[in-house]
């Protein structure tokens, strides 16, 4: 069987696949043009044979149809709650698969269509997140150590909420707390998904037109969220005021410090050090050290310097600060 419509479906990792299970849903593969051939029938076993074809064929990503999606979900929330508590697997290996799955949560919700479906696989993965880092003492570190550092709205959004999140349970902040941070920051960029692509993958200096038009993002955000029927005012704060500075010339709105909510505050910091700290391709990758030297010196005014220095703390704490 196969399907010639890319828009039928969702791309997901083949690791995400639980082995020797019986799914619920079918599994596509790309083949040569625009056609998609079923690998795994629905109600079948993905078996390790499969697993093993997929991989001698270097296929890292699978297609199922947006319609089972939300088993999917079950699936992954199911795997994912295995891995967390698996006894036997490493803090750094799980991490790794937490964050593979984000990545591909993200890849998902920003290339194909944005429905509540795929809103609910965000929240339902800083869930587990936040249950990971809860119950792992070893968390945060292996967690900062996956993160990547090639720039991609996905990715970035993936890291930037590892950041948020671990950067957070230094703070102290409660499992509720966490889950909303993380759930904003995660969600962070989801408005340029209204900005032309030609803008968003520019290489180089945007035009002041093109730059206008992309401050408009913030508050794309905000709409996508709402009509999905989100109503969670600190989602919107953190989405609609993660650009905005503290000496009142952010955007979109130049809102004034004691109107930024103070999650938004961390989701800044966060956005920018892993914005410095990525390879693009007019720029490389700035060291930790680099970027925290430019932060320090030109955004001390817009920025909140009490988290800032408290970020650098715990970075050092972690040891990352030479890479």
């Known amino acids: 069987m ?4 890319k828009e039928k479906l969702i791309r997901v990792s083949h690791k995400s696949l639980p082995v020797d299970k019986t799914l619920g849903y079918s599994v596509f593969k790309a083949t040569k043009g625009n056609y998609y051939q079923e690998v795994i029938k629905s109600n079948s076993i993905c078996d390790e044979k499969i697993i093993e074809i997929l991989e001698n064929e270097k296929i890292d990503y699978v297609y199922i149809k947006h319609d089972d999606f939300e088993k ?41 269509q944005i429905t509540k479906v795929k809103i609910n696989e965000v929240s339902q993965t800083i869930d587990s997140t936040v249950e990971f880092i809860l119950k792992d003492p070893n968390a945060v570190r292996s967690m900062l150590e996956v ?28 499992e509720t707390q966490l889950k909303k941070l993380g759930k904003g920051a995660m969600l962070h960029d989801l408005g340029k998904k209204r900005i032309p692509s030609e803008i968003i993958n520019k290489n180089g200096k945007l035009t002041d037109e093109e730059f206008d038009m992309m401050k408009n993002h913030p508050s794309f955000g ?21 650009h905005e500075k503290l000496n009142g010339k952010g955007y979109p709105k130049a809102l004034g410090k004691d109107e930024i909510h103070p999650f938004a505050q961390i989701v800044t ?55």
């Open 72 to 112: 999917y979900s079950k699936n992954i929330n199911k795997y994912l709650s295995d891995i967390i508590n698996d006894e036997e697997e490493t803090s750094l290996n799980k991490s790794a698969v937490m964050h593979r799955l984000a990545r591909d949560t993200m890849y998902d919700l920003l290339d194909g």
């Open 269 to 323: 910091i966060c956005d920018i050090f892993n914005a410095l700290t990525t390879k693009r391709s007019y720029k490389p990758a700035m060291s930790t050290f680099e970027a925290f030297e430019i932060m320090n010196k030109y955004m001390e005014e817009e920025i909140n310097l009490k988290y800032f220095n408290e970020f650098v703390k715990f970075m050092g704490k972690n040891n990352i600060s030479n890479f």
């Open 147 to 174: 993160t990547t550092h090639d720039y991609y709205t996905y990715t970035h959004s993936v890291d930037v909420s590892t950041y948020a999140l671990t950067f957070g349970s230094h703070l102290g902040l409660s």
């Open 222 to 242: 905000v709409d996508i969220l709402k009509e999905m029927g989100e109503d969670d005012e600190i989602l919107f704060s953190i989405v609609e005021q993660h």
């Open 2 to 5: 196969s399907l010639c419509h």
